[in-house]
């Protein structure tokens, strides 16, 4: 199981492509960082790599579309899980026809409810972490995942997904999640999507203050 070349690297760890007993994986250390103190790091990293693994086990174990968790080794702090071939949605939502779409927002909702449905949240729910593959969307890289039953949480994960849209495909934002809202929907029932999406509103509103604020500063700065 040796790593090669690194398939990618990001803020907390690095990724290599690994052949694993003739199946296509994807192998993540997680580095330490000089900025934290030794104990921590170390702390930080184990806890990261057991709550991953567990979110990973928890909702395969559910059907859920995503990668497999082949092996786990927290005191070195690695992952090694099954590698999801196809495109991420990031890269190819704007080639999707209108009924593409449609079906992948719906399959998307159903997914995300179902896993907060089970309290657990993303951490980083972008386009970029969605792999579109047979016309199914597999959600990718639970590395800020956890644990929680706070509605917040629920929230944050779809207003990054919501963002990450507006970011790179606007004019396909109200389509999409207008969908996703719907499978959503599906899953938890009426009640609880309503309390999802006031708190998901709420977070957008607060972003727009904060947005709002910087602009009048930087507006007032220019005459001082």
Not at 51 to 70: D, F, I, K, M, Q
Not at 108 to 118: K, P, V, Y
Not at 146 to 158: F, K, P, Q, R, T
């Amino acid at each position: 199981m040796a790593a090669g070349v690194a398939y990618a690297v990001g803020a907390e760890a690095i990724l290599y492509r690994i052949d694993y007993y003739g199946l296509p994986a994807i192998l993540k250390i997680r580095v330490s960082k000089p900025y934290r103190h030794p104990v921590f790091d170390k702390l930080f990293r184990y806890r990261r790599t057991v709550t991953e693994a567990r979110v990973l086990s928890h909702l395969y174990l559910l059907g859920l579309n995503v990668p497999a968790l082949y092996y786990v080794d927290p005191d070195n702090y690695l992952i090694v899980m099954e590698y999801i071939s196809g495109c991420r949605l990031s890269d190819c939502l704007g080639s999707l026809n209108k009924e593409a779409i449609r079906d992948l927002a719906l399959e998307l909702g159903r997914q995300a409810a179902t896993i907060h449905s089970n309290g657990i949240y993303h951490g980083d729910f972008t386009i970029a972490n969605i792999i579109v593959r047979d016309n199914k969307p597999y959600i990718i890289d639970f590395g800020l995942s956890g644990y929680s039953w706070d509605v917040e949480e629920y929230a944050i994960d779809i207003h990054l997904l919501d963002r990450s849209i507006y970011a790179l495909y606007p004019v396909y934002r109200e389509f999409f999640m207008e969908n996703f809202w719907r499978g959503y929907k599906s899953i938890v029932g009426i009640e609880k999507q309503g309390l999802v999406y006031e708190r998901f509103r709420d977070i957008k509103l607060r972003g727009r203050y904060v947005e709002e604020r910087l602009r009048r500063k930087t507006s007032l700065d220019r005459y001082i």
